[in-house]
Structure formats: structure tokens, C-alpha cells
């Protein structure tokens, strides 16, 4: 058996500690359910910067590009910035959106039982979990981050003004747009509200003609997708209505920088981005590529302390598993997937192995070796 290869990526501060955690649970799926596995470790971001005066290593990307899947940790760090002042590490990232072509960015917002919300510095159950379960796929490789940082010019004290391009193109609305209605087809996703199939855009064409566009594509292909009822919101209303009503949402799709700022913002319904996995991807064929990585930043404040969520990671493996699964035609990699998210749901409805964050006391690691061991009781 040609074993399946992925490439694991910590990057910065907190990043490899909760792809460590990952990794502990990709290997006990791998053993329970026989699956063939060939794990490379590869080291790259601001630190590694700092340390050799490179990103990462020559080669790196090769390596990533022949593998069948990426996990990845989180890139930032406060003290490295490259020779034009941008940020080292951050040509890692957006160079395999890029070269990988990886136009979808899949952000599922899931609230389960046991997760109690952090408002004003206290833990309380504000939205319940019957109504949080949709999912924002944001176009990846257009708009505001359409090119890597050494393409642009060095910001200093000596610049007066800049104009920062936002790309939108028919081309790129309409891939990312079809491989909505393909996810929600395949996920059978329903509004708790009124459970119906819908793909809901997220989108500012009152105003921005790349919008224009993109809402041109989403009702010519909508009218394809019978089964799937199709809808649109500007973003500043989706931006309040979601937190209000969570309910009415099942997939959503819109470019880009919106994506962005909303997938951060809709991670506080699920308990906060250390509950929020993410998949990068451009389609389910046996050539296509993926990488996966929680939606966090490297966590300098927190980073040695042990009190990281790996949770968002571990998650964040799942949706790989799930990903490889379909890619492969390989049902083991589909039943690892589940096994993995419900051993999550065990972790939190037990509620004596919870994070800081959801307002627990256990450690990164705790928390992954209470998962391993509920998906080991459950083989």
C-alpha cells in the first residue's frame, strides 16, 4: 500500500504545540484503523527566520507539493520581519494558497454541548447548540491577499499613501462559488431554523463592483442547484444577523478579506477560535491539494505555558481525514474522521478535561491525551 503522505507545519509559538497535539491523534486513528500514514515534520515561519535567515528550508514547498495533505500550526512572530518589513513567515502561508492553488477556505462553525461562551470575562451559555452548525467557505487566492508579501513594496516612514488591490475576477468568483453548492450537495447541510438546504453570499455589491461580479456568478450558478435554495446578505447585516440568529445559516460563501474577518468573528458562537478548524482546498479529485490548520495566530502571550486548545487543531485533523477520505474513495479515512470529532464531543459533555479558554484547567497536552484515549476506548 502506497502509504498517504502528510507534511505537519508547527511555525510559531503555539503552533507546533497544538499540531503535536494533532499529530497524537492522527497516529492513534492511524493504528486503530490501519491506515497508512508517512508523517513529515517541516520547520518554517518568523522563529525559523530569526534563527537561519530564511523562511524555511529550500525544498520545503517541493515537499509539500507532492504530499497528499498539509497540517498547519500557526505563522506569526512580533520580532521577525523580513528585509521590506513585512512579516517573515507570512510567504509560507499565502505562497501555498497561491502555488497550491487552494481557492477555497472552509470554516465550519459548530457549537457543541459542554462549551460555554466567554463574555465579559465570564463563562455562560449564550447561544445554544441545536442553532450553531453552518459553514463559511471563503475564496482564497483573490482579493486583498491575492499576492505574497515580497511582491509588494517596504513600508516605511517614508511612504505617504498606498492603495491596496482587490482583486476579484469572474474566473476565481466562479470555482469557489460551484464548490459551495458541491460542499453543501455533499454535507446535506440544513438551517436549525426552518431546515432547508442553503447556500447563503455573503457580499457588498450595493457598492464594490467586484462584488457585482462575484453575485452575477453565485445566481447563474444557483439556478444549476435546484435541490439547494440560494440566498444573499450584505456582510455588515450578515455581521449582526448571524449573531443574533445563527439559526438561519447553514453554508455560506463570499471573497475573500470578508471571509477572513467573519470566520473570526462567527468562532466566538463556537466558543472562541481555539474551537474553530479550518480546510484549505481546491476540490475533492485524487490531484487536488489541502491543507488544514485551526483558524488561531501563533499566541506569543500564551506560547510555553502549556494552556493552548489544541482542540481547533484536532478538529482542524478530522477535517483532513474527512477531505482525504473523499479524495481517496477510502472509507477508513471517513470513519477516522468521525472517530476523531466524536471523541471530541465525548471530551467536552464529560467536562473534566477542559481548557483554559471554555473555562477549564487542563493542559495542551491533557487535553490531547484525554482525546487519544477516548478514541482508544471507543475501537
Same mark, same amino acid.
Given at each position: 500500500?502506497?502509504?498517504?503522505? &502528510?507534511? *505537519?507545519?508547527?511555525? %510559531?509559538?503555539?503552533?507546533? $504545540?497544538?499540531?503535536?497535539?494533532?499529530?497524537?491523534?492522527?497516529?492513534?486513528? $492511524?493504528?486503530?484503523?490501519?491506515?497508512?500514514?508517512?508523517?513529515?515534520?517541516?520547520?518554517?515561519?518568523?522563529?525559523?527566520?530569526?534563527?537561519? @535567515?530564511? #523562511?524555511? +528550508?529550500?525544498?520545503?514547498?517541493?515537499?509539500?507539493?507532492?504530499? !497528499?495533505? &498539509?497540517?498547519?500550526?500557526?505563522?506569526?512572530?512580533?520580532?521577525?520581519?523580513?528585509?521590506?518589513?513585512?512579516?517573515?513567515?507570512?510567504?509560507?502561508?499565502?505562497?501555498?494558497?497561491?502555488?497550491? %492553488?487552494?481557492?477555497?477556505?472552509?470554516?465550519?462553525?459548530?457549537?457543541?454541548?459542554?462549551?460555554?461562551?466567554?463574555?465579559?470575562? +465570564?463563562?455562560?451559555?449564550?447561544?445554544?447548540?441545536?442553532?450553531?452548525?453552518?459553514?463559511?467557505?471563503?475564496?482564497?487566492? +483573490?482579493g486583498l491577499y491575492s499576492s /505574497?508579501?515580497?511582491?509588494?513594496? =517596504?513600508?516605511?516612514?517614508?511612504?505617504?499613501?498606498?492603495? !491596496?488591490?482587490?482583486?476579484?475576477?469572474?474566473?476565481?468568483?466562479?470555482?469557489?462559488? #460551484?464548490?459551495?453548492?458541491?460542499?453543501?450537495?455533499?454535507? +446535506?447541510?440544513?438551517? /436549525?431554523?426552518?431546515?432547508?438546504?442553503?447556500?447563503? *453570499?455573503?457580499?457588498?455589491?450595493?457598492?464594490?463592483?467586484?462584488?457585482?461580479?462575484?453575485?452575477? #456568478?453565485?445566481?447563474?450558478?444557483?439556478?444549476?442547484?435546484?435541490?439547494?435554495?440560494a440566498n444573499d446578505i450584505l456582510?455588515?447585516?450578515? *455581521?449582526?444577523?448571524?449573531?443574533?440568529?445563527?439559526?438561519?445559516?447553514?453554508?455560506?460563501?463570499?471573497?475573500?478579506?470578508?471571509?477572513? &474577518?467573519?470566520?473570526?468573528?462567527?468562532?466566538?458562537?463556537?466558543?472562541?477560535?481555539?474551537?474553530? /478548524?479550518?480546510?484549505?482546498?481546491?476540490?475533492?479529485?485524487?490531484?487536488?491539494?489541502?491543507?488544514?490548520?485551526?483558524?488561531?495566530?501563533?499566541?506569543?502571550?500564551?506560547?510555553?505555558? @502549556?494552556?493552548?486548545?489544541?482542540?481547533?487543531?484536532?478538529?482542524?485533523?478530522?477535517?483532513?481525514?474527512?477531505?482525504?477520505?473523499?479524495?481517496?474513495? %477510502? !472509507? =477508513?479515512?471517513?470513519?477516522?474522521?468521525?472517530?476523531?470529532? %466524536?471523541?471530541?464531543?465525548?471530551?467536552?459533555?464529560?467536562?473534566?478535561?477542559?481548557?483554559?479558554?471554555?473555562?477549564?484547567?487542563?493542559?495542551? !497536552?491533557?487535553? @490531547?491525551?484525554?482525546?487519544? $484515549?477516548?478514541?482508544?476506548?471507543?475501537?
Amino acid at each position: 500500500m502506497t502509504p498517504i503522505k &502528510i507534511i *505537519a507545519i508547527g511555525g %510559531d509559538f503555539i503552533g507546533p $504545540e497544538v499540531v503535536n497535539e494533532g499529530l497524537k491523534v492522527l497516529k492513534k486513528v $492511524e493504528e486503530i484503523n490501519n491506515l497508512s500514514l508517512e508523517i513529515t515534520n517541516i520547520e518554517g515561519g518568523g522563529n525559523y527566520y530569526l534563527n537561519h @535567515g530564511v #523562511e524555511w +528550508e529550500e525544498g520545503s514547498y517541493e515537499q509539500c507539493k507532492k504530499a !497528499d495533505a &498539509i497540517l498547519f500550526g500557526a505563522i506569526g512572530h512580533p520580532k521577525a520581519r523580513l528585509p521590506d518589513n513585512h512579516i517573515a513567515g507570512a510567504n509560507i502561508i499565502l505562497g501555498l494558497r497561491q502555488r497550491l %492553488d487552494l481557492f477555497a477556505n472552509i470554516r465550519p462553525t459548530k457549537l457543541y454541548l459542554g462549551v460555554k461562551h466567554k463574555l465579559s470575562n +465570564e463563562f455562560r451559555q449564550i447561544w445554544a447548540p441545536k442553532n450553531v452548525n453552518f459553514t463559511i467557505i471563503r475564496e482564497n487566492t +483573490e482579493g486583498l491577499y491575492s499576492s /505574497p508579501f515580497k511582491h509588494r513594496p =517596504k513600508v516605511d516612514s517614508s511612504l505617504i499613501q498606498v492603495i !491596496d488591490e482587490r482583486l476579484i475576477s469572474r474566473k476565481g468568483s466562479k470555482r469557489v462559488i #460551484e464548490l459551495a453548492f458541491q460542499y453543501a450537495d455533499y454535507k +446535506e447541510s440544513r438551517t /436549525p431554523f426552518d431546515n432547508v438546504n442553503r447556500l447563503t *453570499a455573503i457580499h457588498k455589491s450595493n457598492l464594490l463592483l467586484g462584488c457585482q461580479i462575484f453575485m452575477d #456568478e453565485f445566481y447563474s450558478i444557483a439556478s444549476l442547484h435546484k435541490s439547494i435554495v440560494a440566498n444573499d446578505i450584505l456582510v455588515d447585516s450578515f *455581521a449582526q444577523d448571524v449573531l443574533r440568529s445563527p439559526e438561519k445559516y447553514s453554508t455560506c460563501v463570499t471573497t475573500n478579506s470578508f471571509g477572513d &474577518i467573519l470566520t473570526d468573528l462567527v468562532s466566538t458562537l463556537a466558543g472562541g477560535m481555539g474551537m474553530a /478548524p479550518s480546510g484549505q482546498i481546491n476540490g475533492w479529485s485524487s490531484d487536488s491539494h489541502g491543507m488544514f490548520e485551526p483558524i488561531h495566530g501563533s499566541g506569543p502571550d500564551i506560547a510555553g505555558k @502549556g494552556i493552548a486548545n489544541p482542540i481547533a487543531a484536532i478538529l482542524s485533523v478530522s477535517m483532513m481525514l474527512e477531505w482525504l477520505g473523499r479524495k481517496q474513495s %477510502d !472509507d =477508513k479515512f471517513l470513519i477516522s474522521a468521525k472517530s476523531v470529532e %466524536d471523541a471530541v464531543i465525548k471530551l467536552l459533555q464529560k467536562g473534566d478535561t477542559l481548557p483554559l479558554d471554555i473555562g477549564g484547567s487542563a493542559k495542551t !497536552d491533557q487535553v @490531547g491525551d484525554a482525546i487519544v $484515549e477516548l478514541i482508544n476506548n471507543s475501537s
